[in-house]
């Protein structure tokens, strides 16, 4: 499933878009910069959706930032000023008010136009299914979370409470992943703390890496639902890491 990153520094739209892009897509919301920054860093999106008044300085910045961690990014940017705006490449624009059809049909095909030109080039993240545990202490032989990885790319990784195994129930998961999040990222504070992270492959040595916690999605009821992590620079060229992105 493609993910979706909406930044609404207007805050009008983003909470409509996300509601209605959920049922298809993984969609993450963010009112600032500095946020979006943080999660388009875990190289996990495929699409950014954002709302702008006029183009600034700031926007401009984060867009380079952007286009400098993910080339190859298509970026979708709703407008009422849209003659501001044609500096800017590899950017399309989509005029307010935007009608909900004509929005879905060009999010899906920019996504799908950018998995028919971008086959030759590296992949950014994949959907995968792995058992991934999760330590705040110093050891890394310590007991911690155990929870679902899903996706995965070189610079991050996104993990959901864990898939219940024998004897265990889904309430218990989805409550231990919650005390967790909530311990190292207290009233939504980001932890930024080194976090000690094994991915468990059958009959193979656990991958151990170490990562920060970028950001935290929050479901309706405002208990945790997913958690996004980047790596420290130092894994990004684990071997086997790039092997587990580059298996079929």
Known sequence: MPNILIVDQLQQTGALMKSMLSN?????????????????????????????????????????????????????????????LQSLQSVKMIPRPFRCASLMGTV??????????????????????YTVEISASERRSAEGLKCSLTDLS?????????????????????????NFFKAICPEGRIHSKPLHANIIIKEQEPIALS??????????????KRAGLS??????????????????
């Open 24 to 84: 298809y897509y993984g969609v993450s919301l963010s009112e600032d910069f500095p946020e979006a920054m943080k999660k388009l860093e875990t190289a996990l999106f495929d699409l950014v959706l954002m709302e702008v008044e006029r183009l600034n300085s700031d926007t401009e910045k984060f867009l380079k930032q952007a286009k400098e961690i993910l080339p190859n990014l298509p970026v979708l940017i709703l407008t009422e000023h849209q003659d501001n």
């Open 231 to 248: 790596f420290i620079e130092s894994n990004k060229q684990n071997i086997r890491l790039l092997e587990l992105l580059r298996q079929n």
């Open 154 to 178: 070189q610079q991050g990784f996104m993990v959901e409470p864990a898939i219940p195994g024998p004897g265990r129930s889904a309430e218990n998961d989805r409550t231990e992943f919650q």
């Open 108 to 129: 899906y095909d920019t996504l799908s136009a950018q998995n028919t030109t971008n086959t030759e080039s590296i992949t950014y993240h994949r959907a995968l299914t």
């Open 211 to 224: 990562s920060r916690v970028a950001f935290v999605e929050k479901g309706a009821d405002e208990s945790f």
